[in-house]
């Protein structure tokens, strides 16, 4: 693997990028605050500057660590920053990272974030050198599923019962792609 960290990226409409301070605004208003955002990740929602300032404390420092991978999602339109995407969990030994990813409830069913996933999927494959990229979603997350089947991902099984929200149990549903899938 090559691990390089956190480097711009540029699609159509997004600009993936590092995490800066100025994007606490933001963050707030499009999506960090809202709960039902956050909880379909499996997310604490944040509702005050200084927590997110904290939380982007933890972000920024971590960069400096060249296999953390965790980008806010620009919006080109706008300039602000409607989301995040990351490898929160990359197996060195192994070759693999997992895919996290949320976007602001205004901006869901644009394609956005298949876009966003679909560029970071590239960047593990071609320049960190993973051989498997893993993604998941709770069972209640239609959304992000069809996020995860236009991303060309194979289903691979379910952890049943894993979540406890809202008073009752949800699964969690495993997906990957190889490299060899994703240059075919």
């Not at 995040?84 to 030994?93: P, S």
Request: charged residues 25%.
């Amino acid at each position: 693997m090559n691990h390089i960290g956190t480097e711009n990226i540029e699609t159509e409409r997004l600009i993936l990028r590092r995490f800066e301070y100025s994007d606490c605004g933001a963050m707030l208003k499009n999506w960090i605050a809202d709960e039902k955002v956050q909880s379909m990740y499996g997310e604490p929602t944040y509702t005050t500057e200084q927590a997110v300032n904290e939380l982007l404390q933890k972000y920024i420092g971590s960069y400096e660590s060249p296999d953390y991978y965790r980008w806010a999602v620009i919006s080109k339109e706008t300039g602000e920053c409607i989301g995040q995407i990351a490898y929160f969990l990359v197996d060195t030994k192994n070759h693999f990272a997992e895919i996290e990813y949320c976007i602001g409830a205004q901006f869901q069913r644009r394609g956005l974030c298949t876009e966003a996933a679909k560029a970071v999927i590239d960047y593990g494959f071609s320049k960190i050198a993973l051989h498997k990229v893993q993604i998941c979603h709770n069972s209640l997350n239609m959304p992000s599923k069809r996020v995860i089947e236009k991303c060309g991902f194979c289903y691979e099984g379910t952890l049943r019962d894993f979540f406890y929200m809202n008073g009752r149990y949800v699964d969690r549903l495993y997906y990957s792609i190889l490299e060899s899938e994703y240059k075919d």
